[in-house]
């Protein structure tokens, strides 16, 4: 999984990466977190799941301006990443000088 430097800096922990595939059951995440990472799976895997109760659950955490953000957000990384791919960029390619966007693990194997 992908690590975010800029999410590090802000506190995203390193427990939170294993426990992110199930954050709707982690104690992890805090219940705005959760709405958020909901809104992100919408996003990028299945739009189906947007329904009334995604968008209440939503607006429960968040303001329109910062739905629109998040969802900005989102679909420009999404984008971001399609086009890494389409370019055969390999992902120990990108940032290759730093640590970002590196597991711990792959990181100590550029090192």
Known sequence: MQRSAQAGRKGLKEEQYDELLKFETSTR??????????????????????????????????????????????????????WIKTLGIGHSEVLADTTAGLAPHAAEKTA
């Open 29 to 82: 995440f805090t219940e705005r977190e959760k709405a958020a990472l909901t809104y992100t799976s919408a996003i990028a895997w299945n739009s189906d799941i947007a329904d009334d109760a995604l968008w209440a659950r939503l607006h429960e955490h968040f303001s329109v301006p910062e739905l629109v953000e998040l969802g900005f957000f989102v679909a420009l990384t999404l984008g971001q990443q399609r």
